[in-house]
């Protein structure tokens, strides 16, 4: 699933491709994904900007904010009109190219806004602070309330925005706490370390293209972060620090990878 730093990829790709242009037409292909009347309000609306929020993609339209998530498999592109994939759901005729939204699993949502009521109302009214802008006081407040593990906590949303299950794994090591360890029991020094950890690891993450491997056009800076994995997908592989083997256990059904000797208890 698309985390902060390959939606932010994503959006960087759609402002080159997609930002001044207007929506002239759009063919659903999957009616659960987009019905008639966010169809007919969408077709007309100039494309002005692309903005990110955690993992949800916000086209900044002439008198809209459409919200694109993702989710599992969601991935656009822009190619040949005549040519269409099963799995091109939702396909935006724009000024002069032809943008399309893929889906495998079909899990990808759009909701349509006035723009007065985006933070508003679901989904983004429910969605904290990205790490980036977090304040420290404010996270750690909210970790105090939680008896979770911690690698719960970093993927819920509504706490810090944009972390999936990758980077938590990468910013709990990075922070040497296990990811077990319970969300009310950390210090405010460690959750100060997370925040820093995550604001480390996401920036790094954006400049070399993400994990994910994404099947866009723009394969140059796509997915370099994978080499930069510490622990995520390296079961029983060893430590790069101190050479222990990677665990994997399941954390609320999520694999999770980490090291048991930099990541104590
Ligand atoms: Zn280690």
Same mark, same amino acid.
């Given at each position: 699933?698309p985390?902060?730093?390959e939606v932010f990829v994503v959006s960087k790709f759609l402002k080159k491709e997609a930002k001044g242009q207007?929506i002239?037409?759009?063919?659903?292909? #999957?009616?659960?994904?987009?019905?008639?009347?966010?169809?007919?309000?969408? $077709?007309?609306q100039t494309i002005n900007d692309i903005e990110t929020h955690?993992?949800y993609l916000i086209f900044k339209l002439?008198?809209?904010d459409l919200i694109s998530h993702l989710?599992?498999?969601g991935k656009y592109y822009v190619s040949?009109?005549?040519?269409?994939?099963?799995?091109?759901?939702v $396909?935006f #005729?724009l000024t002069?190219k032809v943008l399309k939204y893929n889906?495998?699993?079909?899990?990808g949502?759009f909701?349509?806004?006035?723009?007065?009521?985006?933070?508003?109302?679901?989904?983004?009214?429910?969605?904290?602070?990205?790490?980036?802008?977090?304040?420290?006081?404010?996270?750690?407040?909210?970790?105090?309330?939680?008896?979770?593990?911690?690698?719960?906590?970093?993927?819920?949303?509504?706490?810090?925005?944009? $972390?999936?299950?990758? #980077?938590?794994?990468? $910013?709990?090591?990075?922070?040497?706490?296990?990811?077990?360890?319970?969300?009310?029991?950390?210090?405010?020094?460690?959750?100060?370390?997370?925040?820093?950890?995550?604001?480390?690891?996401?920036?790094?993450?954006?400049?070399?293209g993400g994990?994910?491997?994404f099947?866009f056009k723009s394969?140059?800076e796509v997915?370099?972060?994978?080499?930069?994995?510490?622990?995520?997908?390296?079961?029983?592989?060893?430590?790069?620090?101190?050479?222990?083997?990677?665990?994997?256990?399941?954390?609320?059904?999520?694999?999770? #990878?980490?090291?048991?000797?930099?990541?104590?208890?």
């Open positions: 699933m985390e902060l730093p207007t002239e037409d759009i063919v659903v292909r #999957y009616s659960k994904m987009m019905d008639e009347s966010m169809r007919k309000k969408l $077709i007309g955690g993992k002439t008198d809209y989710r599992m498999e040949d009109p005549d040519v269409i994939n099963k799995h091109d759901h $396909i #005729y002069d889906d495998v699993r079909k899990f949502t909701d349509l806004r006035e723009k007065s009521q985006t933070y508003k109302i679901p989904p983004l009214s429910k969605l904290a602070k990205e790490p980036f802008e977090i304040d420290l006081d404010t996270f750690y407040a909210a970790i105090k309330k939680r008896r979770s593990p911690i690698k719960t906590i970093l993927l819920n949303q509504g706490i810090i925005a944009g $972390i999936g299950n990758i #980077y938590a794994d990468e $910013i709990l090591f990075q922070a040497k706490i296990h990811p077990l360890k319970i969300a009310n029991t950390l210090t405010k020094k460690q959750a100060q370390t997370i925040i820093a950890s995550s604001i480390d690891i996401l920036t790094r993450a954006i400049k070399k994990t994910t491997i099947s394969d140059e997915g370099w972060f994978t080499q930069d994995l510490m622990v995520h997908t390296k079961a029983n592989e060893p430590c790069k620090i101190c050479q222990t083997k990677i665990g994997k256990i399941k954390v609320n059904g999520r694999s999770t #990878y980490f090291c048991s000797h930099c990541q104590r208890m």
